[in-house]
């Protein structure tokens, strides 16, 4: 302490250095200085630590911490490093305002047309005709002064059911917005980093580091803040998110220490001292640079539009970050950068146009005959002439005309659809959190519903990843158990000690159980923990073998990465020679060793010939229990012979094997169950992993992935490559068609063939339905293979920032289980869609017919804009708030998925909707037109404008209404199941809402009056429209009976996209997609927004900066380093050579050299 105690007097000498300081407070680095530090790179940042600290250790002192020990953890240091360098937090952008999610709601086309009739048909209301006999009966029937004034209501209820509209609209998107932010939040308090503080290791969440933190940096990590290294061992960073280059950038404390945040660990460990946080690190400038407000981004997008394409086709390569943001994803659905539409929102955009047209003309048809007629009838039929003054009084009818157009229109387009969607996305999101499933990306959530494959880890996802080592070959021994250390020679005891203790990453613990009885906690990488406890067991302990040789002592190591396979750790020896550790997967360690200890501790050559025996009598036999096998090697330099230490192959090699051990890790109790439910999904689980084939196949049987009698296939990557690749080592579909189908086993896989695998099946064409598949992954290599499935999984625990980066879901407790629950919600999402479907589509077409001939049958519609609007209002919110919140039921997965290709109607649904349809068009036009003569109550046809509301109309709207209600009790099934009132009661949403309904159609009926057009009906008239609507249960029942098969004429409707579309599907992959409905929309804009969208993504390279190192960035970035190796197909150059830089293992995995993404 005394030191630091001196480097600040030395630093404040004279009074007039304090003033140049004002807010180093104590520090000896003000918050410029190490600002300006930070902007500088290589050999120009080491000279100026040089120069100003002497060294890093310098630098250290200066900020008050120890290089070894870390902060001392108090909090008044920590709140006082936060005041004066600031928090490790960038501020949010603002989120809409209520005000400006209502405003965006007004912007629909069929509400603004509403609008605007409503307002000329308010001020015409006003406007009283001079001359009363002039125009004829046209403006007859005003009864009394009373009704005449009463003409304003229609246009005031017009507006007031549209503001309702509005309101809920905006109110949903509101709260969608809060449980983005909601689960933002709770993404970034999970992000955790590993500091040293006290000489302690602690986990602390990104929020909470401080400038003068030391952290532990490795393999995988996202860097949250800027720092120099201390030490670091192979420490490789891929910069791409900040420089765009993507190659992989070597750091080394003695050529390039500046780590900078935002930016991805590729390989090796080590720490750092951090030395800017927040909006003081180099992503935190750049966002500060932006502005973090909306205001900057809305001009430079209205810049953007004016930039021609041209240019941003040339600045393409630039494209290295896809900002896949919440905010901006609303904004710019249209366009914006990310995987292909979903398969349901696809189908639902189709479906949607094709409804709207329909509308649209059937809403133009009415318009045009109510004007014929009326003019006919007026001009023709009575021979009068068009008078002046009675101009109003027709534009008032021809107002009326259009309003009843308009609602017709209204009543057809489903725009309760997007919120159907929405609600049961929200919804379901909401609830897969308490199912361990953190969903990234929204609609990952039903197209998980459609999967046909899962390619799964084998390691923590089907096992429980808490390995133990159980057998081992020590000394010519096969023990089949942990041997007792008076067996071993001391020797090889010692030796074994060192290797283990010494060659594993040094953050890897074996920490005293949490509570008693409790099995220890295993610290860091779980094979290395295995290890450890190996040691412990042989009742010796690793902890002083490290603080004899800490961590900065190592001379050189080689970390494990999957090409690698294996890691080797070099120390210097008292003699001046060197010795090297090394452990791997023994088949590729066993083949560099030429010697190996006997059962005296002394060498024994080790011929090929042993190996073989060797691999024959002891690992086979280990893997074939389903152990993983590790060798441990050593090999010595003497002193004179120093090595070249860059080459890799010539160190790592004539080694000395020390032992292999044999490593269990349990399948997990549940998998084999949930596999089995998978199974009877129709959904193929198969298992990817980079253990060996007889651990890899003993393991899938234990699951039950494969089953003793199938027809199936366990291959190895390498059989696997050569399978798939022709001559020239190129991959060919065909030869991918012909293994995949078979395959349930792929072992000693690399990452890059688990992409091609990934890629293979979700391209191919040879089942009756294209392959929708997920893929679970936890490490950094899984990355390509994870951004390519339909839906990735990440592993939350034992995953790295990589993974999660790529992820469209986070499985929070690392299980297979939690998958299948992600089946069964997806599939729900995708049955309430239908249910609601179902339902809607009924209303939808009854409404419309009624609409349409009651306007030209009797030139008024039956039903009144006002009900009309109330009517889509219990159809679109309520109703896809009622049907899209239903639980999902085991019953989900006794049915196979439905694919990609799969309609969103099925035959039974559509006998559903037209039969329901038949049932109530037949009861309405009865009432419209003997309906009087069976209440015997006054004929409501052919009214006068702005008479009073009629009992018969009234007895129409209630009957419709009560009629839809219990169609919504129909809807709930839509599989022909006959009872409808299976698990009602387990959704106390959907109760709610039928009788609430119910209880305001009261209101409406009895008090509603002359805004609704409503007249009070009698006890036995209410009782009447009731047993109507009850009716509807009982027709339920009789459509059930028809069998569907005999129903060959029944189109299906609503299907994905077809298979011409398909294929510009896949020459726009990696472009941005524009889905098959928007292109019917509008095949001019096609082009205009693909170079939109180049320009737009070059913002979002910008943007990217400002997010990428943000802790609250968690959720918005998607990973920079993925999307380049996405993206690198976009490019014109020869891919490989780009990617060989991108993807570490593409040179070795993939001999072509073809590109990976």
Known sequence: MGDMANSSIEFHPKPQQQRDAPHAGGFGCTLAELRALMELRGAEALQKIEEAYGDVSGLCRRLRTSPTEGLADNTNDLEKRRQIYGQNFIPPKQPKTFLQLVWEALQDVTLIILEVAAIVSLGLSFYAPPGEETCGNVSGGTEDEGEAEAGWIEGAAILLSVICVVLVTAFNDWSKEKQFRGLQSRIEQEQKFTVIRNGQLLQVPVAALVVGDIAQVKYGDLLPADGVLIQANDLKIDE?????????????????????????????????????????????????????????????????????????????????????????????????????????????????????????????????????????????????????????????????????????????????????????????????????????????????????????????????????????????????EIPAPSALTPKILDLLVHAISINSAYTTKILPPEKEGALPRQVGNKTECALLGFVLDLKRDFQPVREQIPE?????????????????????????????????????????????????????????????????????????????????????????????????NEVVGDLTCIAVVGIEDPVRPEVPEAIRKCQRAGITVRMVTGDNINTARAIAAKCGIIQPGEDFLCLEGKEFNRRIRNEKGEIEQERLDKVWPKLRVLARSSPTDKHTLVKGIIDSTTGEQRQVVAVTGDGTNDGPALKKADVGFAMGIAGTDVAKEASDIILTDDNFTSIVKAVMWGRNVYDSISKFLQFQLTVNVVAVIVAFTGACITQDSPLKAVQMLWVNLIMDTFASLALATEPPTESLLLRKPYGRDKPLISRTMMKNILGHAVYQLAIIFTLLFVGELFFDIDSGRNAPLHSPPSEHYTIIFNTFVMMQLFNEINARKIHGERNVFDGIFSNPIFCTIVLGTFGIQIVIVQFGGKPFSCS??????????????????????????????????????????GKDEMTDEELAEGEEEIDHAERELRRGQILWFRGLNRIQTQMEVVSTFKRSGSVQGAVRRRSSVLSQLHDVTNLSTPTHAILSAANPTSAAGNPGGESVP
């Open 240 to 480: 791409s998110s900040l420089t765009g280059e993507s190659d992989h950038v070597r750091k080394s404390a003695d050529k390039d220490p500046m780590l900078l945040s935002g930016t991805h660990v590729m390989e090796g460990s080590g720490r750092m001292v951090v030395t800017a946080v927040g909006v003081n690190s180099q992503t935190g400038i750049i966002f500060t640079l932006l502005g973090a407000g909306g205001e900057e981004e809305e001009k430079k997008d209205k810049k953007a539009k004016k930039q021609d394409g041209a240019v941003a086709m040339e600045m393409q390569p630039l494209k290295s970050a896809e900002g896949g943001e919440m905010e901006e994803r609303e904004k710019k659905k249209a366009n914006a950068p990310k995987k292909e539409k979903s398969v349901l929102q696809g189908k639902l955009t189709k479906l949607a146009v094709q409804i709207g047209k329909a509308g649209l003309v059937m809403s133009a048809i009415t318009v045009i005959i109510l004007v014929l007629y009326f003019v006919i009838e007026t001009f023709v039929l009575e021979g009068r002439t068009w008078l002046a003054e009675c101009t109003p009084v027709y534009v008032q009818y021809f107002v009326k005309f259009f309003i009843i157009g308009v609602t017709v229109l209204v009543v057809a387009v489903p725009e309760g659809l997007p919120l159907a969607v929405t609600i049961s996305l929200a919804y379901s999101v909401k609830k897969m959190m308490k199912d361990n499933n953190l969903v990234r990306h929204l609609d990952a959530c039903e197209t998980m519903g459609n999967a046909t494959a899962i390619c799964s880890d084998k390691t923590g996802t089907l096992t429980t990843n808490r390995m133990t080592v159980v057998q081992s070959y020590l000394g010519d021994t096969h023990y089949k």
């Open 552 to 648: 900065d002592k190592l001379y050189k190591v080689y970390t494990f990465n999957s090409v690698r396979k294996s890691m080797s750790t070099v120390i210097r020896m008292p003699d001046g020679g060197f010795r090297l550790f090394s452990k791997g997967a023994s088949e590729i360690l066993l083949k560099k060793c030429t010697n190996i200890l006997n059962s005296n501790g002394e060498l024994r050559g080790f011929r090929p010939r042993d190996r073989d025996d060797m691999v024959r009598k002891i690992i086979e036999p280990m893997a074939c229990d389903g152990l993983r096998t590790i060798c441990i090697a050593y090999r010595d330099f003497s002193a004179g012979q120093e090595p070249d230490w860059d080459n890799e």
């Open 1016 to 1057: 009070p009906l009698s006890t036995e008239q209410w009782l009447w429209c009731l047993f109507v609507g009850v009716g509807e249960l009982v027709w339920g029942q009789v459509i059930a009976t028809i069998p569907t098969s005999q129903l060959k004429c029944l189109k299906e409707a609503g299907h994905g996209p």
